[in-house]
């Protein structure tokens, strides 16, 4: 999680079961599912819950543009 930026706020473990809570920006989520699947073999889920809106650091920002609209297959300066 630290490399998305991301705060652990609870582990719960249930049997095979674990529960994480952590908050995690939206910019960071990009490709998390195939992350989880990857480090879980493909046996984890998630859900995500939306509950705050912080504006994102502005060092950051042009980086996470250029991911998205590669992503969406568009050129870089529309």
Do not use: C, H, Y
């Not at 960071?28 to 912080?54: A, H, P």
């Amino acid at each position: 999680m630290g490399s998305k930026r991301g705060i652990l706020i609870d582990v719960k473990q249930e049997g095979n079961d674990v529960q994480i809570t952590a908050k995690i920006p939206v910019a960071e989520m990009i490709g998390w599912s195939n992350d989880l699947r990857s480090i879980t073999e493909g046996r984890g889920v998630s859900s995500l819950k939306d509950q705050e809106f912080q504006r994102m650091p502005v060092e950051l920002q042009a980086e996470v543009i250029r991911k998205i609209r590669q992503r969406k297959g568009l050129a870089e300066n529309q």
